[in-house]
């Protein structure tokens, strides 16, 4: 007879998979008290996970303080925080020309410029309130007015300004 691996591994991946799922269907009391218990330990977890979130910055600039409190030439640190944040900047604006302008030019066959001189009131707006969702009413205006159908700037704009990615 032959042996197969794979049908044992999925036998004891069922099996161990489900005894535990049997065994609190038939206690349905104890079933219920597992969730319960389950669930206040999903509680107990996400406060945690908001007091890390809270915690986290003045974790970092801390990590960030001694490292550069222990540097004996602060002007040498300096000029190496310059010359990130120039390098930084640098490859932004690689990514606006090349990659953004240069597929809005690829598919649209339009001057990107010129869209983003339409898209200013939104991006006013959008740095001012720092919301996305109070910059909808504005950016839809915007986008309809060049050029995009109505239905789809409604369609698509809030389930982007609504993402968290």
């Known amino acids: 007879m032959n042996w197969d691996v794979s049908r044992e591994l999925s036998l004891l ?37 908001v007091w890390i979130i809270k915690c986290t910055p003045f974790a970092i600039i801390s990590l960030i303080a001694s490292a550069i409190g222990g540097q ?34 690829f598919f649209v066959r339009k001057n990107p410029i010129l869209y983003v001189k339409q898209m200013v ?3 006013t707006m959008a740095f001012a309130c720092a919301s996305s969702a109070a910059t909808l009413p ?9 050029g995009t159908p109505v239905g789809i700037a409604r369609f698509v704009l809030p389930l982007g300004a609504t993402s968290k990615c």
């Not at 040498?76 to 990659?99: H, P």
């Not at 504005?138 to 060049?146: A, E, K, L, Q, Y």
């Open 121 to 123: 009131p939104a991006f």
């Open 72 to 105: 004996s030439d602060i002007n040498e640190i300096m000029i190496q925080i310059g010359y990130l944040l120039a390098a930084i900047m640098v490859g932004l604006l690689i990514q606006l020309i090349f990659v953004y302008c240069g597929l809005y030019t």
């Open 13 to 49: 991946l069922l099996v161990h998979l489900d005894v535990p799922k049997l065994t609190l269907e038939l206690l349905p009391l104890q079933r219920i008290l597992t969730i319960q218990v389950l669930e206040e330990l999903l509680q107990i977890f996400m406060i945690f996970v």
């Open 138 to 146: 504005v950016t839809i205006d915007c986008v309809v007015r060049s």
